[in-house]
């Protein structure tokens, strides 16, 4: 991880203990623990047409790099990949790890402030912490006039994450989050419809 990358994790480290889904305490002691998952959006929104009729059309991530590169802050190619980051179980934050084709090393850009996620309320949690249900909003608040608020019905499935060193975490190692909310698509008003998932947790 490079240096931006680091100051995001301790920022984000204050944040995790506020997120309902936590599974323990973070004190001054504790190792950080970061993990990531690959996130997919996969929306169909129906965009109002001048004429008074609409479109349906379909929004995935591809969508969102672009709306993130419409900003003028962010310059990613199609291969960059969407991972949500969590620290130490905290409420996960949306970064953007570009591909080897443009850096020797992988590159990782937090995206957060654009692509953010919050939880209003806290969630509710089955036995065990083993299943997990929660509303999550999603809002992308980007360029080139492509934009929603999507509110999600998120659930989220724990299991053991590999240490590395012959330990386990328990995290949330996949989620569905299916929802609705409004928007633009190229500058027209939309309605969004559809499902943001995120899977391949993982030590990071």
């Not at 970061?34 to 479109?55: L, S």
């Not at 709306?67 to 802050?73: C, D, K, Q, V």
């Not at 090393?105 to 997990?132: C, F, I, K, M, W």
């Amino acid at each position: 991880m490079n240096g931006e990358t680091m100051k995001t994790l301790f920022k984000k480290t204050i944040a995790a203990v506020g997120f309902s889904v936590c599974f323990f305490t973070v004190t001054a002691q504790e190792q950080i623990y970061t993990t990531v998952k690959d996130a997919f959006f996969v929306f169909t929104a129906i965009v109002q047409k001048p004429d008074g009729g609409t479109n349906r059309v379909r929004i995935t991530n591809k969508d969102v790099l672009a709306a993130l590169n419409a900003t003028g802050e962010f310059n990613f190619d199609n291969h960059a990949k969407l991972l949500l980051r969590s620290v130490n179980g905290g409420l996960p934050f949306f970064v953007l790890r570009e591909s080897t084709r443009n850096v020797a090393t992988n590159s990782e850009v937090d995206v957060s402030d654009t692509l953010t996620l919050v939880e209003p309320d806290d969630a509710v949690h089955g036995r065990n912490q083993r299943v997990n249900w929660g509303i999550w909003n999603y809002t992308l608040t980007a360029g080139g006039g492509t934009d929603f608020t999507f509110w999600g019905f998120t659930t989220l499935h724990t299991g053991a994450v590999p240490t590395g060193n012959g330990g386990k975490l328990l995290r949330a190692v996949n989620l569905n989050s299916i929802g609705s909310g409004p928007g633009h698509v190229d500058g027209s008003i939309a309605q969004f419809s559809g499902r943001v998932t995120a899977n391949h947790a993982r030590l990071d």
